[in-house]
Nanobody
Framework: QVQLVESGGGLVQAGGSLRLSCAAS????????MGWFRQAPGKEREFVAR????????SYADSVKGRFTISRDNAKNTVYLQMNSLKPEDTAVYYC?????????????WGQGTQVTVSS
C-alpha cells in the first residue's frame, strides 16, 4: 500500500511559478513510476507528466512541455512538479499518482489532490 500526499498548490498570477510536491509512504517508492495528472472544472482528468523509477525517463503532455518539469528524490520518497510560465488554463486540481506498471489500467495509487489556480 502506498499513500500519496500532495502539497504546494495555491493561487498565482499568469506567468508565475509553483512547485508541487508529493510525499509517498512506504519503502518501495523507487519501485513505482510516478506521475502527475490534473482535472479542471467540468473536464476529465488528464495526464500531465510522468517519471520512471529512477528518474532516467520523463514524458509530458504537449500542453505543458517546455514549461513543467517533473523530478523525484527517491531518498526522500518525493516527486516534484515544477511549473513555470503558468497560464489560466493550467488551473485545476493536480493529482499525484503511482504505478507499478504504467499502462492502460492507469495508476495503482492516487493522492487527494492539490488546487492550483492561475489568475489572468
Amino acid at each position: 500500500q502506498v499513500q500519496l500526499v500532495e502539497s504546494g498548490g495555491g493561487l498565482v498570477q499568469a506567468g508565475g511559478s509553483l512547485r508541487l510536491s508529493c510525499a509517498a509512504s512506504g519503502r518501495t517508492f523507487s519501485s513505482y513510476t510516478m506521475g502527475w495528472f490534473r482535472q479542471a472544472p467540468g473536464k476529465e482528468r488528464e495526464f500531465v507528466a510522468r517519471i520512471s523509477m529512477y528518474g532516467g525517463r520523463t514524458s509530458y503532455a504537449d500542453s505543458v512541455k517546455g514549461r513543467f518539469t517533473i523530478s523525484r528524490d527517491n531518498a526522500k520518497n518525493t516527486v516534484y512538479l515544477q511549473m513555470n510560465s503558468l497560464k489560466p488554463e493550467d488551473t485545476a486540481v493536480y493529482y499525484c499518482a503511482a504505478a507499478s506498471v504504467w499502462g492502460v489500467n492507469g495508476p495503482d495509487y492516487w493522492g487527494q489532490g492539490t488546487q492550483v489556480t492561475v489568475s489572468s
